[in-house]
């Protein structure tokens, strides 16, 4: 039989082996712990370069696009911009016109995005189709059976000018310079499709919004800047009345004489 002590120091001994296995178990969930800590920290590092190779860090897909649309858009409307030079009225034109025109833009597509079809566009239409034979003689058709029916002679078909002329009518805005509308109508040929294009792919009302706000603040922001970069490139006008006094008085400078402008008496 075991002694009491021995009885006791087997207990001891128990006791002691428990605490170890305990201290190993912790130091074993310690370590995995930290490395799924390492894990987590690794893969969120991973997820947020790929956020920044595909759309700029936290950026919106909205503001992605945008991004990408204003690097096609902004160098054909600084070419247009700057090249009208006779007046700031011209500019302020072309501005007010190309802003009009994409608000336009933007508001037509938002009515057809919040628009519902009164029935499932693929939905086929029902109706009856008739074939019917008609026999053509070779004989020439009597002119007396002909019916007058107050038909109009058909108008003269419009040439491309005249279109273009009524395209531009209805392009400018009252009481704008029509330089300017001619100018920004060209501009907005160029960089519609890519507005429209990319505002329809939008189908996230958040993406939309930012899309568009964007858009129209960008444009503004960079209007300031053209006309900015505009006033450091443009040299004074040009006067010869004013070059050919600024000379002669110069020249009475020279010899000492006064102008009549600077005589006392």
């Known amino acids: 039989m075991i002694d009491r002590q021995q009885f006791v120091e087997e207990l001891k001994l128990r006791e002691q082996i428990r605490r170890a296995i305990k201290i190993i178990r ?43 649309d204003l690097k096609k858009i902004i160098p054909e409307l600084e070419a247009g911009y700057k090249a009208l ?13 190309v802003l009009n025109a994409v608000q336009s833009l933007i508001t037509v597509s938002d009515t057809n995005f919040n628009a519902t079809p009164d029935k499932d566009p693929g939905e086929e239409a029902v109706g009856i189709e008739e074939a019917i034979d008609v026999n053509i003689g070779d004989d020439a058709p ?50 519609e499709n890519v507005i429209k294009k990319t505002y329809n792919s939008l189908y996230d009302p958040n993406d939309r919004d930012l899309y568009s706000d964007y858009l129209i603040t960008n444009l503004q922001l960079y209007f300031d800047e053209f006309e900015k970069e505009l006033q450091a490139m443009i040299p004074e006008p040009e006067n010869p009345d004013y070059e050919e006094r600024k000379a002669a008085d110069a020249g009475l400078a020279d010899t000492g004489i006064q102008s009549e402008d600077n005589d006392p008496l």
Request: net charge negative.
């Open 26 to 68: 912790e130091k074993k969930d310690r370590h995995q712990k930290a490395i799924l800590a390492e894990e987590t920290k690794l893969r969120n590092l991973i997820r947020t370069l790929l956020n920044e190779v595909e759309g700029e860090g936290d950026e919106s897909t909205g503001i992605s696009y945008l991004r990408r």
């Open 85 to 97: 030079r006779t007046s700031d009225t011209q500019r302020k034109s072309y501005r007010a016109h």
């Open 142 to 191: 009597d002119p007396a059976k002909l019916l007058d029916i107050g038909r109009e002679a058909p108008e003269k078909e419009e040439t491309e000018d005249d279109k273009e002329s009524k395209e531009l009518e209805d392009f400018v805005i009252k009481g704008e310079d029509k330089t300017g509308a001619a100018a920004a109508m060209a501009s907005m040929k160029q960089i």
